[in-house]
C-alpha cells in the first residue's frame, strides 16, 4: 500500500479481555516497530522486527505483551488480559534499514481503550 | 539521564515570529538526528533530517552541535499551520532500534 496501515483504528474492550492489533507495513520496508503513546505523553517504545526476527523486545511492558511479523510483512501486537493502563494510541512504524537515514513512516494508530 | 529530552513547552507565539526549539542527547555515538511533527491526535511525520553542516528548507532550519550534544530547530515567519508538537529524535546507528524520541515540544501559533 502506499503508507502503513493499522488496524482497527479504534478499539473499545473490557478489562481482562485480549485484544489483537494489526500493522501492515510499507511494502519493502524489512524493519518495523511498535510504540504506544498515551494522551499527552512521549512515545514509549515497544518492540522492533527486523524482517521476522525481534531483536529488541526489551520494551514490552509486560508478559501480557507479545508481537509477532509473518512473511517480514503484516506484524499483530496482542495484549492479553488487558487492563486499564493498556488505554494508550499504539502506533506502528517501518522503514527501509541498511543507510543512516533511517526514516521512520507512521500508521495513525490505533486508540485502544480499556473499560 | 534521559537519551533524549527536550523542553516541553508550551511555546505560544504571534503569527509571523521566530521560534526556535533545542533538544540534548546523552550518547556522544549518536549518528543521525531527526525532526519530526506530529499534530493532535495524529502520527508523528518525519519534518526534517538534521545534517551536520546544518540544513533549511523552506522556514525552517535545522542544526547540530555535536561538541555540546545538542540539536535545535528554527522556525522563521510561523504560521498558523505550524501549531504541533515538535519530537526530537536520535539515532545511535543504522540497523538497529536504536532510535530515541524526545517527549516534544509543543507550539501554538496565535492569530
Known amino acids: 500500500g502506499a503508507g502503513v496501515s493499522q488496524s482497527p483504528s479504534n478499539k473499545v474492550t473490557e478489562k481482562g479481555k485480549d485484544v489483537e492489533l494489526r500493522c501492515d507495513p510499507i511494502s519493502g520496508h524489512t524493519a518495523l516497530y511498535w510504540y504506544r503513546q498515551s494522551l499527552g505523553q512521549g512515545l514509549e517504545f515497544l518492540i522492533y522486527f527486523q524482517g521476522n526476527s525481534a531483536p529488541d523486545k526489551s520494551g514490552l511492558p509486560s508478559d501480557r505483551f507479545s508481537a509477532e511479523r509473518t512473511g517480514g510483512s503484516v506484524s499483530t501486537l496482542t495484549i492479553q488480559r488487558t487492563q486499564q493502563e493498556d488505554s494508550a494510541v499504539y502506533l506502528c512504524?517501518?522503514?527501509?534499514?541498511?543507510?543512516?537515514?533511517?526514516?521512520?513512516?507512521f500508521g495513525s494508530g490505533t486508540q485502544l481503550s480499556v473499560l | 539521564r534521559k537519551e533524549v529530552e527536550q523542553d516541553p513547552g508550551p511555546f505560544n507565539v504571534p503569527e509571523g515570529a521566530t521560534v526556535a526549539f533545542n533538544c540534548t542527547y546523552s550518547?556522544?555515538?549518536?549518528?543521525?538526528f531527526f525532526w519530526y511533527r506530529q499534530d493532535c491526535r495524529k502520527e508523528p511525520k518525519l519534518l526534517m533530517s538534521v545534517y551536520s553542516s546544518g540544513n533549511e528548507d523552506g522556514r525552517f532550519t535545522a542544526q547540530l552541535n555535536r561538541a555540546s550534544q545538542y540539536i535545535s530547530l528554527l522556525i522563521r515567519d510561523s504560521k498558523l499551520s505550524d501549531s504541533a508538537t515538535y519530537l526530537c529524535?536520535?539515532?545511535?546507528?543504522?540497523?538497529?532500534?536504536?532510535?530515541?524520541f524526545g517527549t516534544g515540544t509543543r507550539l501554538t501559533v496565535i492569530p
Open positions: 512504524a517501518s522503514s527501509l534499514v541498511g543507510g543512516p537515514n533511517e526514516k521512520l513512516f
Open positions: 550518547n556522544s555515538a549518536s549518528q543521525s
Open positions: 529524535v536520535v539515532m545511535r546507528r543504522a540497523g538497529a532500534n536504536n532510535l530515541f
